[in-house]
């Protein structure tokens, strides 16, 4: 073979999945470059890096499942909690209409039962006045008999008679003031009692009509 045959020649043909020397050479420096920029010691830092930052992927990854589970059960949770508490609203509504039922019911027993027993006092009344009564004496008595009916139905509702004695000190919440008088009882005290009121289980139903002291009549 001649000189020019040889040099027309083709290279020969590297066999498949082998890099050309080179390319092979090319990487080889590079990563020497690499090496001696960064050291040997900082080149298996950076390594390392690497695989850690995969690993720390996967567990993010799995941490943010983790708090998606959660918010899904706490969604679940206020959902439930929110559940029930319109049923205790509902209840509680339900509960209050029944008392205010119960309350209007007992309210009206009450009346039904005061007016049944009032009922009597009011026949002796109407006979009182409606029969003949040989004398005043007779209508009297009558007339007694029915008062002390009704004071019974008042005793058995609790109410009492507001009627204070005369030199007690004047209560606006159960005294009503009439007029100012000359007395022998001392300055703004009560001279006398015009008119008694009542009250029921500590509720002032009428207040007693009264005239109050000038202490005039005690200075002189």
């Known amino acids: 073979m001649t000189e020019e045959e040889a040099a027309q020649t083709p290279d020969e043909e590297q066999p498949e999945g082998t890099e050309p020397a080179d390319e092979a050479d090319a990487e080889s420096e590079t990563e020497q470059s690499v090496e001696d920029v960064l050291g040997p010691t900082s080149t298996s830092l950076v ?13 993010l990854e799995e941490h943010l499942a ?7 059960e706490a969604e679940a949770e206020a959902e439930e909690f929110e559940s029930k508490l319109k049923r205790k609203q509902a209840d509680f509504q339900n509960y209050k209409k029944r008392a205010k039922k119960r309350q209007e019911q007992l309210e009206e027993r009450a009346t039904e039962d005061l007016v049944e027993r009032l009922l009597d006092v009011h026949e002796n009344l109407k006979r009182a006045v409606e029969d003949d009564h040989e004398n005043v004496e007779s209508l009297r008595e009558g007339v007694e008999l029915t008062l002390k009916e009704l004071n019974r139905v008042l005793d058995e509702e609790n109410v009492t008679e507001i009627e204070p004695d005369p030199g007690e000190d004047v209560d606006p919440q159960r005294h009503e003031v009439m007029m100012r008088v000359d007395s022998d009882h001392p300055e703004d005290t009560i001279a006398d009692v015009y008119r008694p009121g009542y009250e029921m289980a500590d509720k002032v139903l009428q207040s007693a009509q009264v005239t109050v002291s000038d202490g005039e009549g005690d200075e002189e």
């Open 66 to 72: 983790d708090l998606e589970r959660r918010r899904e």
């Open 47 to 59: 390594a390392k890096v690497a695989v850690e930052d995969e690993g720390l992927a996967v567990d």
